[in-house]
């Protein structure tokens, strides 16, 4: 048992750092991470890194070449960001296209539309967004209602799609909807991919708890795609849209602000009824259980990498990840606060301040525990899919689409 | 990375788990339970011919001289298993106090038998209901004899000799008594879990030899047993989370298998998770261990909490998904549950663990 890598694993290590070395400045420290000044500079700088990891041969990693990838082994990737994160490089933007769209136009596009569309998606030209949940259809997303038509070889989308993470700003997205309501919830999907400047779509941003907006609302009135883009056969939609909820939950991981760490620090600095907060015995036993669970967090992943290092497929550990690490930020969110008394109320807007750290994570504690399969759901598939308990009973099996009832109703 | 028990360390583990199922371990746990015996003895020698009481001791003290990385798989069987043997006082503490303990002759005395089972050890730490520190310890030395009282000496009753804190001046260290010495009294306690032994032991001036003389000493030989008593909690851990899932497939109400509620199914990935943490921990507890790792204080306190929440809720949810039945004398729940309650006492208590793992980080931090 150790932490170390293999030659091979060492080798590709030293690679990756040497490029990024030469390309990249270093992080002074911890919370020294890259910040844009705005979305439309942040999307600039994002796109000009990406063109230097594509022409350094670090885009994509686990891609085939041909469209821009590298073929790396999953565990140089996961070394690589091991490696990135140790750099201030630009980041975001391009998650939801690399890691969701281009798996599954790899597995459902033509040779020709795979050429076309995968290498700018490498090079960061063209960002893309996923448009699968709506207003009545969250954690039961295989109840989208927005409309599909067939007339010819033309399709007419009519509806309404909600959470999408920056529509606003991409080029395509993948979509799901309904193409026939009158058979079974799961049977009448089918899977496309759109032109995002289509006439007939229009983007509304969603104003969060936060007061930002980093999701939008998408309606599709009468937009035409052509049968040459739907992915999967028709009536194939849900099967299509598993190869990304796969993919997201992989993608979704660690909830990112305030830790252990940074309550630890703040515990042995804060004065609390006279004393340092570190003295009192409620908040070190706070602390002991925070410890717990990031380290818990910690070796699970390690032992994760360790079958990808031998070449196995990882365990269902990583599956607790989210769950953990969202209930834990939103408690050390709170905590943060409360050690400020009544002044934790406040609001600040300083850089780097204490206070905006864990306000940045009371509210955004409150999104992790929901996006990309609510903590409900999570122990949905645990329950399922790790431990094989059966599914729950469902009160819309083999009704058409049709005949559910739905949303808030 | 390679974080992960080897090949051989699982073979050895199955082969544990096969054993302890074969012989039905469980089952004795509930014999020692319901019966005036101490412990099964016919399991203890068939765990002693398997070698495992000899797993960590060097060849030279005939051991096997395997590491702690075998001894962690054992205990999360034996924990798994319920085991009702002296092990984890014979072999975590009183086998570590000695091989720690620098004296090479008391190594040649006792390792051998500690390695072939002639003898049982165990610690005689606990004096009071508060935890034992450097400053309330009141068993005292003076010159070679001992005297004061100890109390749940966990297997104080079949113990050949104690490892026993006690104060020799301004110093609290730890002290060899052999249980046959004038001046040792024992006496068997009553306790939530009758399947494993503990007493109360009065020493009178009984002859010691004196093993290490620091406090230090003290938080050694608990941080290492940490990581073994954290995996014996694992494994009991494992054992409820996966007795829950099974009783709760096959028991119907409602018209379908109860396991298909969510609120029986959240409660499953609860403990999982639970569960997976408790692991992963353990691991590094292991690692730390195996390595004489400077992170073993951190290290050993973080498997030890995390082990004991993690036993804790699947044991007392185990019950709760068995209903009526779990709350029965007859169903095997309360045996773990029991057991859950042993094994959070026999170290330190979760405040106090907790408490260690603070400490050990403000340590660290202030390098």
């Known amino acids: 048992?150790?932490?170390?890598?293999?030659?091979?694993?060492?080798?590709?290590?030293?690679?990756?750092?040497?490029?990024?070395?030469?390309?990249?400045?270093?992080?002074?420290?911890?919370?020294?991470?890259?910040?844009?000044?705005?979305?439309?500079?942040?999307?600039?700088?994002?796109?000009?890194?990406?063109?230097?990891?594509?022409?350094?041969?670090?885009?994509?990693?686990?891609?085939?070449?041909?469209?821009?990838?590298?073929?790396?082994?999953?565990?140089?990737?996961v070394i690589w960001g091991q490696e990135v994160s140790k750099f201030k490089v630009?980041?975001?933007?391009?998650?939801?296209?690399?890691g969701m769209a281009g798996p599954v136009m790899m597995m459902y596009a033509t040779e020709e539309q795979k050429e076309r569309y995968l290498p700018p998606l490498a090079t960061g030209e063209e960002i893309w967004c996923q448009l699968f949940s709506?207003?009545?259809?969250?954690?039961?997303?295989?109840?989208?209602?927005?409309?599909?038509?067939?007339?010819?070889?033309?399709?007419?989308?009519?509806?309404?799609?909600?959470?999408?993470?920056?529509?606003?700003?991409?080029?395509?997205?993948?979509?799901?909807?309904?193409?026939?309501?009158?058979?079974?919830?799961?049977?009448?999907?089918?899977?496309f991919f759109v032109d995002m400047k289509s006439p007939g779509i229009e983007v509304k941003p969603i104003k969060q708890i936060s007061g930002g907006a980093n999701f939008n609302e998408v309606y599709f009135t009468d937009v035409k795609i052509p049968d040459s883009q739907r992915l999967g056969a028709i009536g194939d939609g849900w099967k299509v849209s598993l190869?990304?909820?796969?993919?997201?939950?992989?993608?979704?991981?660690?909830?990112?602000?305030?830790?252990?760490?940074?309550?630890f620090s703040l515990?042995?600095?804060?004065?609390?009824?006279?004393?340092?907060?570190i003295e009192n015995d409620a908040v070190r036993e706070k602390l002991a259980d925070w410890y717990c669970q990031q380290s818990g967090l910690k070796y699970a992943k390690y032992r994760n990498i360790s079958a990808l290092s031998r070449g196995e497929t990882p365990g269902p550990q990583s599956s607790i990840t989210k769950?953990?690490?969202?209930?834990?930020?939103?408690?050390?969110?709170?905590?943060?606060?409360?050690?400020?008394?009544?002044?934790?109320?406040?609001?600040?807007?300083?850089?780097?301040?204490?206070?905006?750290?864990?306000?940045?994570?009371?509210?955004?504690?409150?999104?992790?525990?929901?996006?990309?399969?609510?903590?409900?759901?999570?122990?949905?598939?645990?329950?399922?899919?790790?431990?094989?308990?059966?599914?729950?009973?469902?009160?819309?099996?083999?009704?058409?689409?049709?005949?559910?009832?739905?949303?808030?109703? | 990375m390679n974080f992960e028990f080897s090949a051989d360390q699982m073979q050895l583990k199955d082969i544990a788990r096969k054993?302890?199922?074969?012989?039905?371990?469980?089952?004795?746990?509930?014999?020692?339970?319901?019966?005036?015996?101490?412990?099964?003895?016919?399991?203890?020698?068939?765990?002693?011919?398997?070698?495992?009481?000899?797993?960590?001791?060097?060849?030279?003290?005939?051991?096997?001289?395997?590491?702690?990385?075998?001894?962690?798989?054992?205990?999360?069987e034996l924990g798994r298993s319920l085991a009702p043997t002296p092990f984890s006082s014979s072999v975590y503490l009183a086998t570590e106090a000695i091989l720690n303990s620098g004296d090479d002759s008391l190594k040649q005395n006792y390792l051998p038998s500690l390695a072939n089972g002639e003898k049982i050890g165990s610690f005689a730490h606990s004096e009071s209901n508060t935890s034992p520190t450097e400053s309330n310890i009141q068993c005292n030395v003076s010159g070679n004899a001992l005297s004061g009282k100890k109390i749940a000496v966990v297997d104080g009753d079949i113990s050949n000799f104690f490892v026993v804190s006690a104060k020799n001046g301004s110093n609290v260290g730890l002290y060899l008594v052999d249980a046959s010495s004038d001046g040792v009294g024992i006496e068997r306690q009553p306790t939530l879990d009758p399947s494993r032994s503990h007493a109360s032991v009065i020493f009178e001036n009984a002859a010691c030899h004196e093993l290490q003389s620091e406090w230090s000493s003290v938080t050694n030989l608990l941080d290492r047993a940490a990581v073994l008593f954290a995996f014996e909690q694992?494994?009991?851990?494992?054992?409820?989370?996966?007795?829950?899932k099974e009783y709760a497939m096959g028991r119907y109400a409602f018209g379908r298998s109860i396991a298909s509620f969510q609120a029986i199914k959240h409660k499953l990935a609860d403990m999982y998770i639970a569960v997976e943490l408790a692991r992963s921990n353990c691991y590094y507890g292991a690692w730390a261990l195996s390595t004489d790792a400077p992170e073993l204080p951190t290290a050993a306190a973080t498997a030890r909490v995390s082990a004991s929440q993690a036993f804790h809720e699947c044991s007392k949810e185990n019950i709760q998904t068995h209903g009526g039945m779990g709350f029965t004398w007859e169903f095997d729940c309360h045996l773990y549950y029991r057991r859950c309650r042993q094994l959070a006492a026999n170290i330190g208590s979760q405040a106090i663990w907790k408490d260690k793992l603070i400490s050990s980080l403000e340590r660290a931090n202030q390098i």
Not at chain 1, 18 to 32: F, I, T, V, Y
Not at chain 1, 90 to 98: A, D, K, N, R, V
Request: proline share 4%.
């Open chain 1, 134 to 191: 709506e207003p009545a259809a969250g954690s039961d997303v295989a109840g989208i209602k927005t409309k599909a038509e067939l007339d010819g070889d033309t399709w007419t989308i009519n509806g309404q799609k909600v959470w999408t993470s920056g529509a606003h700003f991409s080029d395509y997205g993948i979509l799901v909807t309904r193409s026939d309501p009158t058979v079974a919830k799961h049977k009448g999907l089918t899977f």
């Open chain 2, 19 to 76: 054993f302890l199922e074969k012989e039905d371990a469980v089952k004795r746990a509930r014999n020692v339970l319901e019966g005036e015996e101490s412990f099964d003895e016919n399991l203890w020698q068939q765990i002693i011919e398997m070698g495992f009481t000899a797993t960590a001791i060097p060849e030279e003290y005939g051991g096997l001289g395997l590491g702690y990385l075998e001894l962690c798989v054992i205990a999360e």
């Open chain 1, 243 to 263: 190869t990304t909820l796969m993919n997201e939950r992989l993608a979704v991981g660690d909830a990112s602000g305030p830790d252990f760490e940074e309550a």
């Open chain 1, 267 to 277: 515990a042995r600095g804060q004065d609390l009824n006279g004393k340092l907060a």
């Open chain 1, 323 to 409: 769950i953990v690490s969202g209930n834990k930020l939103q408690e050390i969110a709170n905590f943060g606060l409360d050690m400020l008394d009544s002044a934790g109320i406040l609001r600040t807007d300083e850089e780097g301040a204490d206070q905006s750290m864990y306000q940045y994570g009371f509210y955004g504690a409150a999104g992790i525990r929901i996006a990309g399969g609510t903590d409900e759901i999570l122990k949905n598939i645990i329950s399922e899919q790790v431990l094989g308990m059966p599914q729950d009973m469902r009160a819309d099996k083999g009704l058409p689409f049709n005949e559910i009832p739905t949303g808030n109703k």
């Open chain 1, 90 to 98: 630009p980041g975001g933007y391009l998650e939801i296209g690399q």
């Open chain 1, 1 to 77: 048992m150790d932490f170390n890598d293999t030659p091979e694993e060492a080798k590709f290590r030293k690679e990756a750092y040497d490029w990024l070395k030469a390309n990249a400045p270093l992080k002074e420290g911890p919370k020294d991470s890259w910040r844009a000044a705005s979305e439309e500079e942040g999307l600039k700088e994002v796109k000009a890194w990406q063109k230097k990891l594509h022409d350094g041969g670090w885009a994509c990693l686990h891609w085939p070449k041909q469209y821009g990838g590298r073929e790396s082994t999953p565990i140089e990737r």
């Open chain 2, 234 to 244: 694992l494994g009991g851990a494992e054992a409820c989370m996966d007795m829950a």
